[in-house]
């Protein structure tokens, strides 16, 4: 107390925008002294960045965020842990078509035969265009709209897609929260004993009946918003990743076991045969053309590619991993879904003398008739409507993330704020499709199609062979990002590197198949 203050000395300051952290909370020390800068700035080398608390780091940003100082690098979560990137991006990946429509196209086209065009066009249509995905995700660290602005040549408008991709994962959750409601309400009536108590004759009815309610479809479609939202809510590590986890986890046990009991039952080997054997006269028949074709869509939708959905789970990766290799794995783990659900679907079928359908009515009639038959199908039925439940639920939850960030890196708003306005956007704008088929009936759209399928048609058929175009084109030619950088991007870190000498195929021929599909899909 009795030594007088040291008299101020000058000092050599410098501004340095720096994010130090201390008890989870990030404070700015904007202009410092050296010996101070270059000590906080050797610790917070040393902290790691993978929780929930935004982490910083030096990297190009664009677009507002109220919770950072303008001088600061806009912050931004990161995964906790590898694998918890990809279940994530699995599970957006993985949805209903994965069940309803793989199965069913692969019998149809020779079997095995369309499994093997299938794997290759994965290969060499749908890994090259996750990667440029995620590419524009973790080289801008922002959603669609400002990763493509902080990538972008001055006076470029290629950000103007990343709107498209916000105006696509809108459109796919107005009809596609409906449809993983349909799943919840199925799941409840098995488990309840609904099915118990109908005849084989009356189980078309069911779905007719619940289709004419829209207050029934109405409860699980907001059941189904409310709870994607909320998961969401919790924050990316301690709700979309955590709870994915355990989610995709269960699935996959589900899927196997489910699959396991299919193989094993009694009269299902036709089936089996069927599904994956190899038949050159089916698909003869099929035409060759029009197998190579069907694999080539198949390849194509399965993925999501286009609308962001994925992009913005790169914007969360660290660098540590190469982005060709994760998209194998992502890929590898949406083929095991597909090839498994075949399993559970085809020997079934068979089994019991029903043709295998596509769509709702293979889901909803056709294989709720096969659980009434079959020994314990009500807990079969269940553990079935689990797995569907999941597979749905994942993608919902992916894409509402997706919707989330866009919010928070597009208008600065907190968590918090773009969970609720979204939330409310989404419940409001789910309400057309869950009336489309009572009280909006007799309405209908595009080339004559219902509320859903209208929907559904602008998505798949326009905005994911679209949108996926326009990534490459960006990451592919000198207009856009350019392929220096792409390549850059794409092999940084430890694992698969994607060859250089695969520039003229994704600049000549790459283009010419994803507008085979948009121009097919459009017909």
């Not at 973790?138 to 493509?148: E, L, M």
């Not at 928070?408 to 009336?435: A, E």
Request: hydrophobic residues 50%; proline residues 5%.
């Amino acid at each position: 107390p009795d030594t007088e203050p040291l008299p101020k000395q000058p000092r050599a300051t410098m501004t340095f925008p720096l994010i130090f952290r201390y008890n989870d909370a990030a404070i700015s020390f904007k202009t410092l002294g050296s010996p101070m800068q270059k000590h906080l700035e050797s610790c917070t080398r040393k902290v790691p960045m993978t929780t929930d608390t935004p982490s910083a780091s030096p990297v190009r940003t664009s677009g507002n965020n109220a919770d950072a100082p303008s001088s600061v690098a806009a912050p931004r979560e990161h995964f906790a842990s590898r694998l918890g990137f990809i279940l994530i991006s699995a599970g957006c990946a993985i949805g209903l078509g994965n069940v309803w429509r793989f199965p069913y196209i692969t019998g149809k086209n020779g079997g095995g035969y369309f499994v093997l065009f299938y794997l290759v066009c994965l290969l060499l249509l749908g890994v090259p265009v996750m990667t440029m995905e995620l590419a524009v995700g973790r080289g801008g660290r922002k959603s669609a709209v400002g990763a493509y602005r902080s990538l972008e040549k001055p006076g470029s408008f290629w950000h103007i897609h990343g709107w498209f991709c916000v105006l696509g994962c809108y459109l796919l959750m107005m009809y596609y929260t409906t449809v993983s409601g349909w799943m919840v309400a199925y799941f409840w009536k098995f488990l309840t004993g609904t099915f118990s108590s109908v005849s084989q004759d009356e189980i078309p009815q069911v779905f007719t009946a619940m289709l004419g309610s829209p207050w029934e479809m109405g409860i699980f479609m907001a059941l189904t918003v409310f709870l994607g939202f909320l998961v969401c809510g919790l924050g990316l590590h301690n709700g979309v990743e955590r709870i994915t986890k355990v989610m995709m986890s269960c699935l996959l046990l589900l899927i196997v076991v489910l699959a396991l009991h299919s193989l094993f039952l009694k009269g299902g080997e036709p089936g089996l045969a069927f599904y994956l054997l190899p038949d050159w006269d089916r698909a003869v028949e099929a035409g060759l053309g029009n197998v190579a074709a069907a694999a080539m869509n198949q390849a194509f939708f399965t993925l999501s590619l286009g609308i962001g959905a994925l992009e913005i789970f790169g914007s969360y990766m660290t660098d540590d991993f190469t982005l060709t290799g994760e998209a194998v794995r992502i890929t590898a783990l949406d083929t095991f879904v597909a090839l498994l659900s075949g399993l559970i679907i085809f020997p079934a079928c068979f089994a019991y003398n029903v043709h295998p359908d596509q769509g709702p009515s293979l889901i909803f009639i056709t294989l709720p008739k096969i659980f009434t038959d079959m020994t314990a199908g009500r807990l079969w039925g269940t553990l079935f409507f689990v797995f569907m439940t999941f597979a749905s639920f994942s993608t919902v939850t992916a894409v509402f993330e997706n919707l989330i960030a866009c919010a928070m890196d597009n208008f600065g708003w907190t968590r918090k704020k773009s969970v609720l306005v979204n939330l409310v956007i989404v419940f409001l704008f789910s309400i057309p499709c869950v009336l489309g088929y009572n009280v909006l009936s007799g309405m209908h759209f595009i080339g004559g199609r219902d509320v859903l399928d209208s929907e559904d048609f602008l998505v798949s058929n326009l905005l994911l062979p679209g949108g996926a175009l326009v990534y490459l084109l960006f990451c592919v030619t000198r207009f856009g990002w350019g392929f220096d950088n792409y390549i850059k991007e794409v092999n940084k870190g430890s694992g698969m590197k994607m060859p250089r000498w695969m520039k003229p195929y994704f600049q000549f021929i790459l283009p010419v198949l994803i507008l085979v599909i948009l121009i097919r899909g459009l017909m």
